[in-house]
Each structure stands twice: as C-alpha cells, then as structure tokens.
C-alpha cells in the first residue's frame, strides 16, 4: 500500500527567507506527483505537477523536484511571504488500469511571519 | 478556466434528512472524485467517476450515493448520516488521459446534527 510522508508537519519562518518541503513515498511505481496548497477551511489549490518522466517543474517562486527512483520530492519557496501561509499537501498518483487515484501526504503547515 | 464549482458551501443537516452535494466542472475533464477531509487530516478518496461510470468506490457506507448525470455534474446524495460524516466534501476533476492534473472545488462544509 502507498503510504506518502510529509516533513516536518508544521514549520514556522520569518519573511524573506527560503525554505524546503519534503515530500516521500513507499512505492515508486507512481504516475506523476503533485503539490496544493490548501488554506484553512477551503479546497486545494494547484501548485505543480510533476509528470514521473521529469525531474523538476517551476511556477514562479516555487521549484518543485522528483527523484522517482529514491521516492522523494521537494518542494522549494524561494523568498518566502506571509501569503504563503498555508498547509502544503503532497499528493502521488497512481495509475490502476484507466482509473488515476490520488494518495495525500498529512501536509505540512507553514507560517511566514512578517 | 479550472473551475470546478461546489454546492453549497455550507450545509446543516439533521441525522434523518435527506440532502445533496453538487459539483460542476466545464474543462471536459471525464474523470470526477469525491473526497472527503476531516480537521487536519488529508482528503481521503470517496468515489471515483471515469467517462461518467462509478469505477473506484472505496467501500463507503450506503448512505452516501454518488451519481454523475453527465459529464460536467456530479452529486452525492446524504442520507440517515450520523454526526460523525461531518467534514468538509470536496469534490475534484482531471483530464482522465495525458495530463493527470487533478483540479479541486472549494469544498462543501457539512455538519451532521
């Protein structure tokens, strides 16, 4: 069975600075691998995808990374702002005939403080 | 757009009510899940819908009915839930083939009383 971890659970910065998200799974016969973002009481958001073929994707600020073979990924923020506050979740996809199922990390929640 | 609508944001239900989730998405995406997410917990899948047939059911209770009248709505019925139901339902879509970006609703808020 997948079991996807996340760490640390919580993690507290000051503004500005840059910061890492990790993200590991058991089982590294996944389809592809993606972020959110989820602030309190809401729906996910989005971040990236990361296909299993590819080694990392960037969308501005973020720079997410995928070492398939060792079950990890990270997620980079590079100069961190009190916006980002907001628990990041880890998600793997696996592939089960023509059905793609989701399996979540616990998150992590980060506060940037101004 | 990668919207995919919930409705309602917010739902009160007594333990013997009848009452209906919607989720709504026009990307032509023709897979569509429901998951569900208690307080800091991660969601956990419900259902999944592939080209409008239930393909994955994660052995969920009978009270909840999901249904998919075509390929841009999906519901889930409520009925005779029990307090501990309460959650926040969210409902999500992807592409089914190529990409598998998976797009999520704001979710709908469920009490149980």
């Known amino acids: 069975k997948q079991e996807v971890t996340q760490i640390p659970a919580a993690l507290s910065v000051p503004e500005g600075e840059n910061l890492v998200l990790n993200c590991s799974f058991t089982d590294s016969a996944i389809y592809n691998l993606q972020w959110f973002r989820q602030d309190p009481g809401k729906g996910l958001t989005s971040l990236l995808l990361i296909q299993s073929s590819q080694r990392e994707q960037t969308s501005g600020r973020l720079n997410a990374s995928l070492d398939k073979s060792s079950g990890r990924s990270t997620l980079y923020i590079a100069a961190s702002q009190p916006g980002d506050s907001a628990t990041y979740l880890c998600?793997?996809?696996?592939?089960?005939?023509?059905?793609?199922?989701?399996?979540f990390g616990k998150g992590t929640l980060l506060t940037v403080n101004p | 757009d990668t919207e995919v609508t919930q409705t309602p944001k917010h739902l009160v239900m007594g333990m013997t009510n009848k009452k209906s989730l919607k989720c709504e998405q026009h990307?032509?995406?023709?897979?569509m899940y429901w998951y569900k997410q208690k307080a800091k917990k991660p969601p956990e899948l419900m259902f999944v819908y592939s080209y409008e047939k239930l393909s994955i059911n994660e052995s969920v209770p009978s009270r909840f009915s999901p249904e998919c009248p075509n390929s841009s709505l999906l519901n889930l019925h409520l009925h005779a839930l029990q307090p501990e139901d309460s959650a926040l339902y969210l409902c999500a879509s992807s592409p089914q083939t190529g990409s598998t970006e998976a797009f999520f609703g704001q979710g709908t808020r469920l009490t149980v009383v």
């Open positions: 990307m032509g995406h023709r897979a």
């Open positions: 998600a793997v996809i696996v592939s089960g005939g023509s059905n793609y199922k989701l399996t």
